[in-house]
């Protein structure tokens, strides 16, 4: 797949220019690098370009040479001229460098359009356009326009933003960061990060993926893909515009508390994706993957010659969620045997101020031999007698044929560049803070765990499937927002418990309810005009007689009467009044992006302001749904707290996973949200109380 | 002050060494980087070191050459006979460089006590034992045996490790920042960092005043020192050992809650410290106050030529707490005039991949005009056509003479190289990540807040001094820890509202005391072997008769000699039940660095697992106090949300302060608590319905 995009024999340059700091002869000079591609500049009005024979269109080239893929420089008008050329000539890849598509406004956007149906029609596999190209260190090419050459290494990137390919491609050459594939993406008119991911899963030379996205192209897609690729290769993701507030409006609790970034956090979660939070981040963490074994558990021993290095780095790991190794006793007794009296034998290890390349040696040996050992950070500072490249030989070594991670922060400027420059020349990443290198090992730490986390299909749910969608499509017919009772019939087809309730249109009707049903009970006021019923006098609790419903039902209506005099009043909805229990809720909200976002909370006030809710794309497996309902900072609270007693987790977990299969099944169901939930104690279910959802009448 | 330890005209080596590598030899090299200096080595054993006369013995030196000060490298042991000779001698200042002190066990301790007791007799102030020394930049002077020489500058620091006094200044000669004093604090036996922030803020060179700190001498002292200095200039700490959970039992709430970090905070907050996390955040910071005039506001514009690097960063403001400034019209009119049309005028403003240095130019002096602009951040990637040292020239100049602060992020590797160098010789910071500059921006936009908050004279609370002595002296002969009614008259002398609530013996007692004090009421059992009542059936709710009374007293009294056959029962205590309220808790936790250690935060279990709560050291002004209710994540849960009443603030604001009174008069109350204390709505003040504290009993 894309082989001879990324490996051609041949490559065209259409748009082909001699002037110096034109885009046609950067891409050209970059091409050049490698001597044993064929290079044909195309141009219409010139012969030879750089000591190259030009041709004036790509139908010109001799049959012979076969051309494995073109690229498009010219201005945007003529690119759809352009690839309608390469398709008739029989070219299958192709890169479009040139801007002014959809990036530009209308006309723009017409054009991309007229770009993808070519590509449709003579089967071309398109990057870009408005992209800065590809570099491939394993074949050699590089066919961009970026000032710098990637280094050889073992991180493909690719990029949604030029700009950020460029910083990245500068900022890795300083450090010595090496790229197996370098893309840039750009509008990702035809191939996107889907496609890459996969290539970049079966590149022999790729062992970690790394990405800058402001968006993907197809979510659902991308979390199936990015699951399985994460299995075997870590993937980590910038993706910016967290702050952007999407223009939708929002009417329920999960479109509130969703923002526009939870999905992002949700489905990068599910896929098994690695968040970064900066362009630092991502280079960082995936210059760890790049040279580091995983680490099988989260304790993390610390060797240092600066003891106050050493706290701010356990600080860091505290703060991290990593733990400081609590050493076996041998470790401590063979660091004894070496170092001086006055240092530190326990985690931080502090090997003293004066301590030569020996003593961090044979740190770093104990250490690395203790079972409760599973990552290692070395701190190296410049003291007086501190031989830098010294030590930095003996811990390249080490960590070259180490079967646990070491990171390193040499610490400081002009005096550790010696050690710095070693390490370097090994392959390893020297962390200009500790800070930075205890993040990647919680990034390594955090591989290891979603490396072995077995997510299980999606739970299978049996349902009336038929008698929902016959719902559905009465109540697309009427309106378009639902709630309260009238809807909770949906909830059965998923074999969701609700709560017993009855609709009466006058007081005797009521009284009549309410003995059918049992007391206690809660009459609630029916009416289209009033949505916050509480404020209206429109609840009653705790009805245990016929009289209560009565005296209720006159006094309801009285107060109601007062505050909204022209109210529209249906009558009265009663239901049994559930007590003992615990309020959640459970909510979806549909993302532009990625489908089905489901939230889960506590109900009542606390949700709204502590924003403790949890996210995940339906469908969810029962794994997703658990850890829905264990991750909230709240779950004590429905786990049982101090001799409470526990709520029925299990009922929550199935009721998550019927509503996940409900909204799967419906996409015409834009929100949806059951609250409250009331969950009773374990072993005792779970019943819906009130429901809400809103259809989108378009579907 | 110290101002001949800084800047001397002579200054005595006690130990100075002929020898390569030692640091007798490295100081004096050292020293002698000032030409103007008089530097008088001393040693026994040798007549003249480096070219200069040495002397055998302090004592020796001739009188007219009056030594400013000693700087001691003599094996600890003989240090407190060299103290003893310079007090004799006269000298008023000494460093010991010296390590064996206290650092390295008994023995260390022991001669510690020994210097400081010398050091008390002559009123010598010394720096160290266990230090690098210290370097003055505007007086020239470097009495320290540091490799690297502090470039000058207006930051001050001191360090608490010497090791990262190393680190910082080879890191900082890398990137180019200066200092006006550097010290090394070591054992910190004499002078310590409240010293060091008085001279600081007298000190003219000094504008911006950083630290690395691993705890403070003087907890109370720090706080009003720091609270007085950071009102003229910014203070930095980063302070080490936030893991570092004390082995001091804990027994209360607040004990738990607070861990040995919450103090810390809490004491930053009051002295108007800013907290680094790391020594990258100190430095960062401490650069942007060292150039920056302050924000007056948190609103920030970004100008950036690519669009993705304005999107993190705008990300990166989001997550800080900054806005993206709304520019006023003509500031969007004015960016259209010259900036191509497909640049972006809103902020972030993208000036585009192939804009040049006057369009940066242009787009930073219209952006500086904008009155809702309170800071900038500048972003440069190295474009193909990316002038990168021309855009540097042009925005140093403008920061050199901006009233507003601008921070540069020029991101890459060695194609931003030369702006770089361009910034560092204007003496402008240039973040090597945006997220560094938003942070730092951050950090300005903080310390001017910090600076225009008022925070007003601990409130002055009327209280029956005496009664409450007399009533902790006799508890205090009694028993060691005391909660519920037997201890409630400590509140009242401190005019806390507390329930009502009497002691009965038996049953006919019992039902005078509910009609005495007026139904309903609760009734709890009073043994001093059981403390969870409601475990053993010792709770009864909502009393509202005497024959509720009597059908409680004796089923409880059947229910607990049930559960607890041999429990000692004296009786049972009766209260006035209390509804309508919400529970909060005020406790305080006695700090080993800060003393009294307030905590508030919502009753119930919210408050342990949620960990949502606030914290002061007392004692407290009333801001302080309104600040500790309202910065809980739970405070609309008080101040009334939903259309639900407000509870009384006001009545917890006073109780704060009334307790922050309590526990300053008292330094004998170890751990206090009321839990819960019941506030009542608005204007209903509040009421405390129990209490505990634990006494020390040494005192």
Redesign the interface.
């Known amino acids: 797949m894309l082989e001879k995009m990324f490996n051609p024999d041949s490559v065209a340059v259409i748009g082909a220019s001699r002037t110096e700091?034109k885009?046609g002869r950067?891409v050209l000079e970059n091409l050049m690098q490698n001597s044993e591609l064929t290079i044909i500049p195309i141009n219409p009005n010139v012969d030879e370009i750089l000591g190259l024979p030009c041709y004036h269109n790509i139908l010109e080239v001799p049959p012979e040479t076969k051309v494995d893929l073109a690229i498009i420089v010219v201005p945007a008008k003529f690119v759809p001229g352009s690839i309608d050329e390469c398709g008739r000539a029989g070219v299958g890849n192709v890169i479009v460098i040139s801007a002014g598509f959809k990036?530009?406004g209308i006309e723009g956007a017409r054009l991309e359009r007229e770009c993808i149906a070519l590509c449709e029609k003579y089967g071309i596999k398109l990057i870009g356009p408005n992209c800065l190209g590809i570099i491939d260190t394993a074949s050699g090419l590089n066919a961009s326009?970026a000032?710098?050459m990637a280094y050889e290494g073992n991180i493909a990137m690719m990029?949604?933003?030029?700009?950020?390919c460029?910083?990245t491609l500068?900022?890795?050459?300083?450090?010595g960061v090496g790229f197996s594939k370098f893309i840039s993406l750009g509008n990702k008119a035809v191939l996107a990060e889907n496609d890459f991911l996969q290539l970049f899963e079966q590149d022999p030379s790729t062992a970690v993926i790394a990405a800058?996205l402001?968006g993907v192209k197809d979510g659902p897609e991308f979390i199936k893909i990015a699951e399985r690729v994460s299995r075997s290769k870590p993937v980590v993701i910038?993706k910016?515009?967290?702050?952007?507030v999407g223009s939708k409006a929002v009417s329920s609790h999960t479109g509130t508390l969703a923002g526009s970034d939870a999905a992002y956090n949700a489905a990068f979660k599910q896929g098994g994706v690695l968040r970064a939070?900066?362009?630092?981040e991502m280079l960082d963490y995936s210059r760890a993957f790049s040279v580091c074994p995983l680490p099988e558990g989260r304790n993390i021993a610390i060797i240092t010659?600066?003891?106050?290095?050493g706290?701010?780095t356990?600080?860091?790991?505290?703060?991290s969620g990593l733990s400081?190794a609590s050493f076996e006793e041998k470790t401590v007794e063979r660091l004894r045997e070496k170092l001086p009296p006055?240092a530190n034998f326990y985690d931080p290890v502090d090997v003293l101020?004066d301590a030569g390349a020996d003593l961090y040696e044979h740190a770093l040996d104990v250490v690395l031999d203790d079972i409760n050992v599973n990552g290692i950070i070395v701190l190296v500072?410049?003291?007086?007698?501190t031989d830098v490249p010294g030590i930095a030989e003996k811990v390249a070594a080490k960590i070259k044929d180490s079967k646990k991670p070491i990171l390193c922060n040499f610490?400081?400027?002009?005096?550790?560049a010696a050690g710095e420059e070693i390490l370097n020349k090994y392959g390893i990443p020297n962390y200009?803070?500790?800070?930075r290198a205890v993040a990647s090992m919680n990034a390594l730490c955090n591989y290891y765990t979603i490396r072995n986390h077995k997510r299980g299909a999606p739970a299978e749910i049996k349902a009336d499937k038929e008698y929902a969608q016959s719902f559905i499509d009465s109540a697309s017919k009427n309106k378009r927002r639902m709630h309260g009772l009238e809807s909770m019939d949906i909830l059965k087809a998923y074999d969701i418990p609700v709560v017993d309730a009855r609709i009466a249109k006058n007081l005797p009707d009521a009284v009549k309810a309410a003995e059918d049903m049992g007391y206690p009970i809660v009459m609630k006021i029916l009416s289209p005009d009033i949505s916050h019923k509480s404020?209206v006098g429109g609840i009653r609790l705790n009805l245990k007689h016929a009289d209560d419903v009565e005296r209720a039902y006159n006094s309801m209506m009285s107060d109601v009467r007062h505050y909204m005099p022209d109210a529209a009043i249906t009558g009265v909805q009663l239901q049994k009044m559930i007590s003992g229990g615990k309020e959640v809720i459970i909510g979806m909200d549909r993302d532009p992006q990625f489908g089905p976002l489901l939230m889960f909370g506590l109900g009542g006030?606390?949700v709204?302001?502590?924003k403790d809710v949890s996210f995940a794309v339906a469908p969810i497996a029962e794994a997703e749904a658990k850890h829905m309902v264990s991750s909230i900072?709240?779950y004590?609270?429905i786990a049982g707290?101090?001799?409470?007693a526990a709520s029925d987790i299990d009922s929550i977990v199935r009721t998550l996973l019927k509503v996940s299969q409900l909204v799967t099944d419906f996409p015409e169901i834009l929100e949806f949200e059951i609250n409250p939930l009331m969950v009773m104690p374990e072993g005792q279910g779970c019943v819906a109380m009130d429901i809400r959802f809103t259809l989108n009448l378009n579907e």
Do not use: H
Not at 277 to 280: A, I, N, P, T, V
Not at 381 to 385: R, W
């Open positions: 700091g885009v950067a990036e530009a326009f000032a710098n990029s949604q933003s030029g700009a950020i460029t910083v500068d900022w890795a050459e300083r450090i800058y402001e910038v910016s515009g967290r702050t952007s939070d900066s362009l630092e010659n600066a003891g106050g290095l706290i701010l356990a600080d860091a790991c505290y703060n400081i006055a101020g500072s410049p003291q007086s007698m610490a400081g400027g002009s005096r550790i200009s803070s500790s800070e404020d006030t606390y709204e302001f502590l900072k709240t004590p609270l707290v101090r001799g409470e």
